[in-house]
């Protein structure tokens, strides 16, 4: 299924007309390359991309690869109608299996910075949290809840919106998102 078109809202529909039907509603399962070729359609979301595509990289290297990522924010609004500005960044919550430990030859730096959120955002242009699917049951759902319900609304008005899910293992996937970005040319 394709990404959804902003809806007169400015922002992704939670549903496609039948909310009833789990096939309908969000989270939309879609991949890094359609989400490249559907939001990265200006410089600054290019960047965005750029950036997300990266952690994925390093979540990839550090053996995150059983999982998947909830999308949302101000990426996933025409926010340079609505809001006149560009998005700052990504909204994304990394649902994993695993234990996030570096390699020996990994870069300690770069280990801090996917570690902390201020850094993230600052480095990667991308608001990053983490749920371990290995977590007691209760604790995912409590935390599944939070971000359902943080993600499926605006903040500034209450206006319901959708959210977008891409799997974690998609390495070539990802690169060619990172070649349309760059077929687009460089921010």
């Avoid at 949302?72 to 006149?84: I, L, Q, V, W, Y």
Wanted: glycine share 10%.
């Amino acid at each position: 299924m394709p990404i959804p078109d902003f809806n007169s809202d400015g922002v992704l529909p939670p549903h496609l007309g039948d909310p009833t039907q789990i096939s309908h509603m969000s989270p939309y399962p879609v991949s890094s390359l359609e989400l490249c070729q559907k939001l990265g359609f200006s410089p600054e979301r290019r960047e965005i991309l750029r950036g997300w595509l990266g952690l994925r990289n390093v979540l990839r290297t550090l053996g995150l690869t059983d999982g998947f990522q909830w999308l949302n924010g101000s990426f996933m609004e025409d926010a340079e109608t609505r809001r006149g500005r560009s998005p700052g960044d990504i909204d994304t919550v990394t649902f994993f299996r695993g234990t996030l430990v570096a390699p020996a030859n990994f870069d300690p730096v770069l280990f801090q910075i996917i570690r902390d959120r201020v850094q993230t955002k600052s480095y990667f242009k991308v608001d990053h949290l983490g749920v371990n699917l290995s977590w007691p049951g209760e604790t995912i759902v409590e935390y599944s809840r939070y971000w359902c319900g943080l993600f499926s609304h605006r903040r500034t008005d209450g206006v319901w919106k959708g959210m977008l899910k891409v799997d974690l293992n998609t390495n070539a996937v990802d690169d060619l998102g990172r070649q349309h970005l760059d077929s687009l040319g460089q921010p």
